[in-house]
């Protein structure tokens, strides 16, 4: 078994605390309002139009309210393309200079062998991971008092 690391940045113009609140409190409820991709945790995904997968099971292994930090694990379902034990990901959110909020995503890819994961692969899952992010964004610009 293999690990295979990604790192990828996402800046934005709302506050670490709006964003963190967002993005990860409220996104069993947001995010499926406005991505129409994603799902709960359980509910198969072949019932959320324009989904690729028809299951997906996360596990949250971690939050930390005060220090915007949330970490969690796809461990099952098609999205592991049978080659993948585990995904797990590790985001942070930090204060940027200009009042706004920096997303520090970290991907470890958990393979079953040695394998490569080609750079598509890479760009496709950062596209789908900013458009969710700025989709939340753009929610939130459009709602300040939600947040």
């Not at 409820?29 to 997968?53: A, D, H, M, T, Y």
């Not at 299951?55 to 049978?82: C, P, Q």
Request: aromatic share 10%; with cysteine; charged share 25%.
């Amino acid at each position: 078994m293999g690990v295979i690391t990604y790192e990828m940045e996402i800046t934005s113009p709302i506050p670490p605390a709006k964003m963190f609140k967002a993005f990860v409190l409220d996104s069993d409820n947001l995010i499926p309002k406005i991505c129409l991709r994603l799902s709960s945790v359980l509910k198969p995904l072949k019932e959320v139009e324009g989904s690729q997968f028809n299951y997906i099971k996360h596990r949250i292994d971690g939050i930390n309210k005060e220090n915007f930090t949330y970490s969690y694990s796809v461990i099952e379902g098609d999205a592991l393309m049978g080659t993948l034990e585990s995904i797990s990901y590790e985001v942070k959110l930090v204060a940027s200079l200009d009042g706004g909020s920096i997303c520090k995503n970290t991907s470890k890819y958990h393979t079953k062998w040695d394998i490569e994961i080609t750079e598509d692969q890479i760009k496709a899952v950062k596209e789908k991971a900013m458009g969710m992010y700025k989709a939340v964004e753009a929610y939130v610009l459009a709602n300040p008092d939600a947040y």
